[in-house]
């Protein structure tokens, strides 16, 4: 069964330092998201894309985020200058078509900030 | 954007039916009612959708009244397996962004 992998699973890293989370979504799919979930709390949406930019964005997703799709597969979560508080999963999801209700989420990607 | 509420935890037995209650009051015309479910450290699943009445795949059953104010996910035969977070979602009418509540954690004991 097709699956949305991300990269790394686990990433520690310095305050200030720069850190980018990767995604692969599954390849026929053409809607794009960023979720996080901060330990304990809700999973909480950052960004929608497609067609190459963004469709929607939450009040969390600041100028300290972008998003880039580099290439035909990857989709990447950008945080520029990490602060404490960026501490949290990080979930990629892709779906087929919008509004049907159904993502499909990767593992996420663990974000220790120091 | 049409708020739902559920249980913030429930607890079961192995080998008995769970049912969690979402209510949804405003539930707009198109929405359609959508669960998912969330293991620790890992994404949410998308487990089950419905519109109205009664729908049932290999893993739950939905069951949604004719006003559509709430829905009930029904488990059957849970094992341990099946302790996680079950989120209840609106889905659909042109929203593109899911809002996750804090969902209902649903613990099994042996």
């Known amino acids: 069964e097709p699956e949305v992998t991300q990269t790394p699973s686990h990433q520690v890293t310095q305050m200030g330092q720069e850190v980018i989370l990767r995604c692969v979504p599954i390849?026929?799919?053409?809607?794009f998201y960023w979720y996080r979930q901060i330990l304990g709390q809700k999973v909480e949406f950052l960004v929608s894309?497609?067609?190459?930019?963004?469709?929607?964005k939450s009040e969390i997703f600041d100028d300290q985020f972008s998003v880039e799709r580099p290439d035909g597969s990857n989709f990447t979560l950008k945080i520029r200058s990490t602060k404490l508080e960026d501490s949290a999963m990080y979930f990629c999801?892709?779906?087929?078509?919008?509004?049907?209700?159904?993502?499909?989420f990767g593992e996420g990607s663990r974000l220790t900030v120091l | 954007l049409a708020k739902t509420t559920q249980p913030i935890s429930m607890d079961s037995y192995e080998g008995q039916e769970v049912n969690i209650t979402c209510s949804h009051n405003?539930?707009?015309?198109?929405?359609?009612i959508t669960w998912y479910q969330q293991f620790p450290s890992q994404g949410p699943r998308f487990i089950i959708q419905?519109?109205?009445t009664k729908v049932t795949n290999e893993v739950a059953s939905l069951f949604i009244p004719a006003d559509r104010k709430s829905s009930t996910l029904s488990l059957p035969r849970v094992s341990l397996s099946d302790t996680a977070v079950y989120y209840c979602?609106?889905?659909?009418?042109?929203?593109?962004?899911?809002?996750f509540g804090s969902g209902t954690r649903l613990q099994v004991q042996p």
């Open positions: 419905g519109y109205k």
């Open positions: 390849s026929n799919h053409l809607y």
């Open positions: 979602l609106a889905t659909g009418s042109g929203r593109r962004a899911l809002t």
């Open positions: 894309f497609y067609n190459n930019e963004i469709s929607e």
């Open positions: 999801a892709s779906t087929p078509r919008p509004n049907t209700g159904e993502l499909f």
């Open positions: 405003n539930i707009a015309t198109n929405d359609y």
